[in-house]
């Protein structure tokens, strides 16, 4: 009898143990950056999760405030304005203006945060789509050199290019993510997935320490094209398919810009998947890639290989890094599917 009464209290104990060691989801959906975002927690604790979603979401709307294009009492606003940067220049700002200059020069200026003027002529800003002139285009790429920043110290209150504007639309969610994986990371959080408008951000593994299934978006269509297995890493898509117009002859132009001729992109990618821990970099290389185009997109890869990438053709291809070779399953029935090696 005594026995059976301690048998009972160890099972009520690793019970009780296990209970509270459950992992339950917290999940919390807003609106911010012009995208939809939902951030799912897994943790023993729902205040914690709970604490560490609304921190999330007041500094995301704390970015917003810095780099929103549109809220007139945004930072990167006022400089469009201006053509001054603000005093103080905030942390965020600098680190971002810093790391652009790096990226623009590392891409050999694919990547262009000064395309605003070009992308609002050709009506992307308000949806009011026009096709501009060659003349007016010409004219506005003569003020979109970001190169002009190399060796720039980005000092309060110096002045920027007369027709210079900033728009970090191809890196901002990127960088929100990484904001968010270091709340989560300073609230003891291990498991989590991030989704900022189809920028994917996973934290750890899930709860039963499985991989994370994320789907590759399919551009001619509604469901996923691959799945991909992963561990905390950003899995950051840029793709025409997201925002376009078409004219009378069904020509689409898409939000991606050229910066070399100030047109949307019209290479030969549907799109362009980055998988790498930092969603900041993800970001900056889904958008550099897709301008560069196949062949130089893979060239640039084997040059900087420290990310993996998954290429979808117009012709229906699947191409992607070695890395991913062990995580990814395509489900649609592409024309080729190739690794590439570096
Ligand atoms: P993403 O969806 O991350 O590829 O970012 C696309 C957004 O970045 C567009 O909506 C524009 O606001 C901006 N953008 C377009 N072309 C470029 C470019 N070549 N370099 C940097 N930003 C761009
Ligand atoms: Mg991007």
Known sequence: MKKNISTISIFIIISLMMISCRQTKTSESFTAMNTFMTVSVYSSSA???????????????????????TLPESDVYYINHSKILPSPLKPELKELLEYSADM?????GAFNPALYPVIREWGFTTEEYKIPSEQKIQQLLLNTDFS???????????????GMELDFGAIGKGYAADEAVAILKENGITSALLDFGGNIQTVGKKPDGSLWNVGIRNPW????????KVESKAVVTSGGYERFFEDENGNRYIHIFDP???HPCDGDLESVTIVCPSGKYADTLSTALFVMGKEAAVEWWKNNPDFDFILITKNHELIYSEGLNKFIEPIYHFVSVETVHR
């Open 221 to 228: 269509g509604k469901s996923a094209v691959c799945a991909l």
């Open 148 to 162: 002009v920043f190399y060796d720039s110290e980005f000092l309060p209150n110096s002045k920027i290019n007369e």
């Open 47 to 69: 205040k914690k999760s709970q604490t560490a979603c609304q921190q999330i979401q007041n500094r995301i709307q704390e970015l917003e405030k810095i780099l929103s294009t």
């Open 260 to 262: 070399k001729n100030g």
């Open 104 to 108: 623009h020069k590392k891409t050999y």
